[in-house]
């Protein structure tokens, strides 16, 4: 019988892609979900690449009766927690609810997971945790800056609530970079709610007409072409993390009960090379002008990917151009859609 894992979030980004990716890893994916920044399409993404609908409940994972059901009743192996809210800029303006969710949700996993004696978790962290870092690429030992938003906050905490936990929990926490890209038959991909924040649907989105321009925020950064730099990961390199990551867990391989890893290439490109790599891979020009700076945006940050390829044994295998083409490719398709 396969072995079942719960993800929490599991029709969200990178959710969705990771249930595809553990399913092609010979595990059976079992779906929480409560669609607040999902839609049950990509369900119908997930059956069409997997071959059926994995098991799914609409419920929040704050709703600790609901999450018991679906352990007591499936008796999953690990729990990938992917289920929190993610908007920089909205988590400023609604902080409690950031707590409440990222920080809430964690807790309600945990106490569940005390419950039922499940104790193996991968956790969603983000290179948001080293801020504006002193030296670059950030390897997993380079110390943490005071966070810049309550999102930030939210994985810092949580990161110090799961290693308080470390006697009888044993987590994986993976330190996204910046993902982007969707499944390479664009069945598929990111779905943003409204206007998007990130660079990448932003982009496009303007490409495809639906934004006048892209703005490219702050042009006078000390970086060689003057805009930010960030280590963009493709999303399916980033849900084969997930994959190494719950492997490890149930091969007990883990050195210490809590550990990190930083999920990035270990490349970093600026906004204008993102631009580039688009046109360039696409044969389509991005509509862009320079902007004001963004409040709160780091300078330049990249991963050192030295512990990840040594001690999980994964590595980042598609470039910038791949990460643009599937980008474009679900762009597409959503544009046929609508
Ligand atoms: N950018 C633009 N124009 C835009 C959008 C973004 O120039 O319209 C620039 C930003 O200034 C930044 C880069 O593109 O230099 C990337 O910005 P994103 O908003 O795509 O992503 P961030 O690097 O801000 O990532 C942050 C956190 C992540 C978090 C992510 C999700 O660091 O942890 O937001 O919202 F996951």
């Known amino acids: 019988m396969k072995k079942k894992i719960l993800v929490t979030g599991g029709l969200g980004f990178i959710g969705s892609h990771t249930v595809v ?32 609908k994995p098991t799914f409940i609409n419920a ?36 409690l609810m950031y707590y409440h969710n990222n920080l809430g949700g964690l807790i309600s996993v945990l106490e569940v997971m005390q419950q039922h004696n499940l104790s193996n978790l991968v956790f969603s962290s983000s290179c948001t945790v080293y801020g504006e870092p002193d030296t670059v690429p950030v390897s997993e030992s380079t ?3 005071p966070a810049q938003s309550p999102y930030g906050a939210t994985k810092q905490m949580g990161e110090i609530i799961l290693n308080d936990n470390a006697s009888w929990c044993n987590t ?8 982007i890209g969707a499944h390479p038959t664009a069945a598929l991909g990111e779905l943003p709610l409204g206007v998007p924040n990130n660079l990448i649907p932003f982009l ?6 639906i934004r ?4 490219i925020f702050g042009s006078d950064y000390e970086t060689p072409d003057g805009t930010c730099i960030r280590d963009y990961i493709h ?17 007990k391989q883990q050195l210490e009960s809590f550990e990190v890893f930083n999920i990035g290439t270990g490349n970093g490109f600026s906004v204008l090379e993102v631009i580039r790599s688009f046109e360039e891979e696409n044969k389509i020009a991005v509509p862009h ?10 300078v330049k940050v990249w991963a050192d990917t030295t512990k990840v390829e040594n001690v999980l044994g994964w590595k980042a295998k598609r470039g910038l151009n791949e990460m643009m083409r599937d980008a474009w490719n679900w762009q597409l398709k959503l544009n046929q859609n609508t």
Do not use: W
């Not at 926490?173 to 993902?179: A, D, E, G, I, V």
């Open 21 to 52: 990716c553990l399913h092609e890893a010979g595990f059976e994916p079992i779906i929480i979900d409560n669609l607040s920044n999902s839609l049950m399409s990509a369900m119908d993404g997930i059956q069409s690449l997997i071959g059926y």
């Open 60 to 95: 929040d994972v704050n709703d600790k009766i609901a999450l018991s059901n679906l352990i007591e009743s499936h008796k999953p192996e690990a729990i990938i927690h992917f289920a929190a809210f993610k908007a920089v800029g909205e988590s400023v303006e609604k902080p």
């Open 143 to 145: 110390s943490t800056k």
């Open 172 to 179: 994986q926490c993976l330190r996204y970079f910046n993902p």
């Open 204 to 209: 496009t989105q303007t490409v495809a007409g």
């Open 212 to 215: 006048k321009e892209l703005t």
């Open 235 to 251: 999303v399916m390199d980033l849900a084969e993390a997930h994959v190494k990551a719950v492997e490890r867990l149930l091969n």
């Open 289 to 298: 002008k320079i902007g004001p700076r963004r409040p709160g945006d780091v």
